[in-house]
């Protein structure tokens, strides 16, 4: 039923971006500006059609974007009870490590000091965050709940050593780069709208924007899940790289076996789900470390 939803609001959103684009079009064609002042009986042809066109893309993308991050009904928690502050061995050796690593980093003070960690039933695995008391109490390390009492000591230095290179890691142009080429066919018809502006007219400019602009725009919204994909996977090669080339690959074995629901769900999607979807799985990030791997050292092999 999920699917059938995202594939329906997904057409639906379609059906308004195709609506906006020829009205979009038409207006251009005639035209018009837009300035509601000179909007004549001729304009009204477009601009109905458009405005209405806008809505459907508007509601049906939103519906479609929910239905494609929604993840499994869970019971649902008072907001007050979804958070466990832990007391425990574990928890203070999960905060000397965090504070150890953020020590090195330009980060807050109330975030270098956290004192307290808080276990979450609402936070996913791959998340890590702090939750912000006030300006003069150190922030409080929200972690998944499904980690809780499942992972080594090292396996927490991986797991949080792995977090934060992510947020300055090395290599930033490599790492960048699927972004950049799925943005890249929007940057050109952008600056070429602007060249013919100043070359030609506006109202030049206005026709090829109607035109060419909004297909791009598709094009990047299509291209942005694998984009992101691309990249979350590159930042977890580069972190392998400082990590030890097997010590992150093993984390991401022992995280799936824990057999977590958001993970065995995001193993699940199939179809536009999968193919827009921005995070990888754990399947997808084990797999990438893997060919990482095997490039480099043909006779190496990993097992999943």
């Given at each position: 039923?999920?699917?059938?939803?995202?594939?329906?609001?997904?057409?639906?959103?379609?059906?308004?971006?195709?609506?906006?684009?020829?009205?979009?079009?038409?207006?251009?064609?005639?035209?018009?500006?837009?300035?509601?002042?000179?909007?004549?009986?001729?304009?009204?042809?477009?601009?109905?059609?458009?405005?209405?066109?806008?809505?459907?893309?508007?509601?049906?993308?939103?519906?479609?974007?929910?239905?494609?991050f929604a993840y499994p009904r869970r019971e649902?928690?008072?907001?007050?009870?979804?958070?466990?502050?832990?007391?425990?061995?574990?928890?203070?050796?999960?905060?000397?490590?965090?504070?150890?690593?953020?020590?090195?980093?330009?980060?807050?003070?109330?975030?270098?000091?956290?004192?307290?960690?808080?276990?979450?039933?609402?936070?996913?695995?791959?998340?890590?965050?702090?939750?912000?008391?006030?300006?003069?109490?150190?922030?409080?390390?929200?972690?998944?709940?499904?980690?809780?009492?499942?992972?080594?000591?090292?396996?927490?230095?991986?797991?949080?050593?792995?977090?934060?290179?992510?947020?300055?890691?090395?290599?930033?142009?490599?790492?960048?780069?699927?972004?950049?080429?799925?943005?890249?066919?929007?940057?050109?018809?952008?600056?070429?709208?602007?060249?013919?502006?100043?070359?030609?007219?506006?109202?030049?400019?206005?026709?090829?924007?109607?035109?060419?602009?909004?297909?791009?725009?598709?094009?990047?919204?299509?291209?942005?899940?694998?984009?992101?994909?691309?990249?979350?996977?590159?930042?977890?090669?580069?972190?392998?790289?400082?990590?030890?080339?097997?010590?992150?690959?093993?984390?991401?074995?022992?995280?799936?076996?824990?057999?977590?629901?958001?993970?065995?769900?995001?193993?699940?999607?199939?179809?536009?789900?999968?193919?827009?979807?921005?995070?990888?799985?754990?399947?997808?990030?084990?797999?990438?470390?893997?060919?990482?791997?095997?490039?480099?050292?043909?006779?190496?092999?990993?097992?999943?």
């Amino acid at each position: 039923m999920a699917s059938l939803g995202l594939r329906f609001y997904t057409v639906a959103a379609l059906v308004g971006f195709g609506i906006v684009w020829s009205s979009g079009i038409y207006l251009a064609l005639i035209g018009f500006r837009g300035n509601p002042a000179d909007c004549s009986s001729s304009c009204l042809l477009g601009a109905v059609p458009e405005g209405l066109g806008w809505l459907l893309f508007l509601v049906s993308g939103y519906r479609a974007f929910a239905s494609l991050f929604a993840y499994p009904r869970r019971e649902k928690v008072k907001r007050g009870k979804s958070l466990e502050i832990g007391h425990g061995s574990e928890e203070e050796r999960i905060l000397e490590i965090t504070r150890e690593i953020l020590a090195h980093r330009r980060v807050a003070k109330r975030l270098r000091n956290v004192a307290t960690l808080a276990w979450s039933d609402t936070q996913r695995w791959d998340w890590l965050r702090f939750k912000w008391q006030s300006y003069r109490k150190p922030s409080i390390l929200l972690v998944s709940a499904g980690l809780r009492g499942r992972l080594e000591l090292e396996d927490w230095k991986t797991y949080l050593s792995w977090h934060y290179l992510q947020h300055k890691p090395r290599q930033t142009l490599y790492v960048a780069q699927p972004m950049l080429r799925a943005m890249l066919p929007l940057i050109l018809f952008i600056a070429v709208a602007a060249s013919l502006t100043v070359n030609i007219g506006q109202y030049a400019s206005i026709l090829f924007g109607s035109i060419f602009v909004p297909p791009a725009l598709l094009l990047f919204v299509y291209q942005f899940g694998p984009s992101m994909r691309k990249l979350f996977l590159r930042l977890d090669t580069v972190a392998a790289e400082s990590l030890g080339r097997m010590t992150l690959f093993s984390l991401f074995q022992k995280i799936d076996g824990l057999k977590l629901p958001e993970n065995e769900n995001a193993k699940k999607r199939v179809g536009w789900s999968a193919h827009l979807s921005p995070e990888p799985n754990i399947t997808e990030r084990m797999a990438n470390l893997q060919g990482a791997f095997q490039s480099r050292s043909p006779n190496s092999q990993v097992h999943i």
